[in-house]
């Protein structure tokens, strides 16, 4: 019977690759099968670099700030200061993700402040930076943000938003972006402590102080008050860059008056000889305070990156030049009827004109556009055989419909 087994024994051979108990150190035996320690070294090895691939698989390859801002400037025109800003922010804060370089210095996170006129492009710089990273990002309304307990959003209702955009996987909603639009209007209406509670002021800046920090909040994964029986998801806040727009509107005349310094009696100053338009790059924290905000959450926000004023010029590169340019969205929209559509630059030269007369900036553009060739997109698709659609500075005004050129058939 021994001598039955010790044959067993001598004939067994590893699963994986063959070699016999007599040429390897040892055998380990699990359910019908054998394995030598020669594999698994080898399956350790698989393992670790598995497990490495697996660790760095939301490491993203970085690019310089000058790499970031020529993406940038393919799709924002205008704005180089405010690109070169965030550049060098997003590529110090994912370069604090990613290294693995441990000491006893901690590199804080550092959220950035947009601040520029209506329409200057603050929303599609942050989401563009979210496309270019290739990371979760959320757009979050400010003005529906109302503390705890009170009618309106909840400041945790942001953090749903970019869980959600991440398809509900933590590591990387805990690497995303969130951008919060009219940051301005959660300002109190005076300098002055209100004597009444804020709930949709001051009360939103607290409630955002340690969220823009970092804290670990629970938020309800589908929203709070429609499903109130679902369990809570931890969110640790402390590596997703927090990046706040607003227009300001009044801010400009906060930073003459401090330029300024006294303007009544013998020891006044001379008028300030600098462009109202470039005002916006001399703020400083004081002039936010004063515009309405604590200090705490200025400290939060430690970054700033002024936007100015779109000009003529810089409307028109926008209209034309970037990737997404709105004659090239509306040429594809027509293009898919088999239309080719074309804007005579003086088409162009009036829509810019228009929307500087609005002080709307880009945002103003879509609209014009919409509205003037509403009647030729309402009837195109119903027509036979149109070849070219020709818009001209006067159907822009109102005063003419579309040039129409159809096809030639052939006799």
Same mark, same amino acid.
């Given at each position: 019977m *021994?001598?039955?087994?010790d044959?067993?024994?001598s004939?067994l051979?590893?699963?994986f690759?063959g070699?016999s108990?007599?040429?390897?150190?040892?055998?380990?035996?699990g359910?019908e099968?054998?394995?030598c *320690?020669?594999?698994i070294?080898?399956a350790?090895e698989?393992v670790?670099?598995? &497990?490495?691939?697996l660790?760095?698989?939301?490491?993203?390859?970085?690019h310089?700030?000058e790499?970031?801002?020529?993406?940038?400037?393919k799709?924002v025109?205008d704005?180089?200061h405010a690109k070169k800003?965030?550049?060098?922010?997003?590529?110090?804060?994912y370069k604090?993700?990613?290294?693995?370089?441990?000491?006893?210095?901690?590199?804080?996170?550092?959220?950035?402040?947009?601040?520029?006129?209506t329409?200057?492009?603050?929303?599609?710089?942050a989401?563009?930076?979210?496309?270019?990273?290739?990371v979760?990002f959320?757009?979050?309304?400010?003005?529906a943000?109302?503390?705890?307990g009170?009618?309106g959003?909840?400041?945790?209702?942001?953090?749903?938003?970019?869980?959600?955009?991440a398809?509900?996987?933590?590591?990387k909603? $805990?690497r995303?972006?969130?951008?919060i639009?009219?940051?301005?209007?959660?300002?109190?209406k005076?300098?002055?402590?209100s004597?009444?509670?804020?709930?949709?002021?001051?009360g939103v800046?607290?409630?955002?102080?340690k969220?823009? $920090?970092?804290?670990?909040a629970?938020?309800?994964?589908k929203g709070?008050?429609?499903?109130?029986?679902?369990?809570?998801?931890?969110?640790?806040?402390?590596?997703?860059?927090?990046?706040?727009?607003?227009?300001?509107?009044?801010?400009?005349?906060?930073?003459k008056?401090?330029?300024?310094?006294?303007?009544?009696?013998f020891?006044?100053?001379?008028?300030?000889?600098i *462009?109202?338009?470039?005002?916006?790059?001399k703020?400083?924290?004081e002039?936010?305070?004063?515009f309405?905000?604590?200090?705490?959450?200025?400290?939060?926000?430690?970054?700033?990156?002024?936007?100015?004023?779109?000009?003529k *010029?810089a409307?028109?590169k926008?209209?034309? $030049?970037?990737q997404n340019?709105?004659?090239?969205?509306?040429?594809?929209?027509?293009?898919?009827?088999?239309?080719? &559509?074309?804007f005579t630059?003086?088409?162009?030269? $009036?829509?810019v004109?228009?929307?500087?007369?609005?002080?709307t900036?880009?945002?103003?553009l879509?609209?014009?556009?919409?509205?003037?060739?509403?009647?030729?997109?309402?009837?195109?698709?119903?027509?036979?055989?149109?070849d070219t659609c020709?818009?001209?500075?006067?159907?822009?005004?109102?005063?003419?419909?579309?040039?129409?050129t159809?096809?030639?058939k052939?006799?």
């Amino acid at each position: 019977m *021994d001598k039955n087994i010790d044959q067993i024994k001598s004939n067994l051979s590893c699963s994986f690759c063959g070699s016999s108990e007599k040429d390897v150190n040892f055998l380990i035996e699990g359910d019908e099968a054998y394995i030598c *320690d020669i594999c698994i070294d080898k399956a350790n090895e698989i393992v670790v670099e598995k &497990l490495d691939a697996l660790s760095n698989k939301d490491k993203h390859d970085l690019h310089t700030p000058e790499q970031i801002k020529l993406m940038l400037d393919k799709y924002v025109i205008d704005q180089d200061h405010a690109k070169k800003v965030l550049s060098v922010a997003v590529y110090n804060h994912y370069k604090r993700l990613n290294s693995n370089f441990k000491d006893d210095i901690d590199i804080e996170k550092s959220n950035i402040l947009l601040l520029g006129p209506t329409g200057t492009g603050k929303t599609l710089l942050a989401r563009t930076l979210s496309r270019i990273l290739d990371v979760p990002f959320a757009i979050a309304d400010a003005t529906a943000l109302t503390e705890a307990g009170y009618v309106g959003e909840d400041v945790e209702s942001i953090l749903v938003r970019l869980f959600q955009s991440a398809n509900y996987d933590i590591d990387k909603a $805990e690497r995303g972006i969130i951008y919060i639009d009219e940051i301005d209007k959660i300002c109190r209406k005076d300098g002055n402590p209100s004597i009444t509670r804020d709930v949709s002021g001051e009360g939103v800046q607290q409630a955002l102080l340690k969220m823009l $920090e970092g804290t670990k909040a629970n938020i309800p994964p589908k929203g709070g008050r429609k499903h109130p029986e679902q369990d809570l998801v931890t969110i640790d806040t402390t590596n997703i860059l927090f990046i706040c727009g607003g227009a300001f509107q009044g801010i400009n005349k906060i930073i003459k008056r401090r330029l300024k310094g006294n303007d009544i009696g013998f020891d006044r100053k001379k008028t300030l000889d600098i *462009d109202e338009e470039k005002l916006i790059y001399k703020s400083e924290p004081e002039d936010l305070m004063k515009f309405g905000f604590i200090p705490e959450f200025i400290g939060r926000l430690a970054i700033t990156a002024p936007l100015n004023k779109l000009n003529k *010029d810089a409307l028109y590169k926008i209209l034309t $030049e970037p990737q997404n340019a709105l004659i090239k969205q509306y040429k594809k929209l027509f293009k898919i009827e088999g239309i080719n &559509l074309e804007f005579t630059d003086c088409a162009i030269n $009036e829509i810019v004109a228009q929307a500087m007369a609005r002080g709307t900036g880009a945002r103003g553009l879509r609209a014009i556009i919409e509205t003037s060739m509403m009647e030729i997109m309402y009837n195109v698709p119903s027509m036979k055989d149109v070849d070219t659609c020709s818009i001209s500075a006067d159907v822009i005004k109102g005063k003419k419909q579309p040039s129409i050129t159809y096809i030639k058939k052939s006799a």
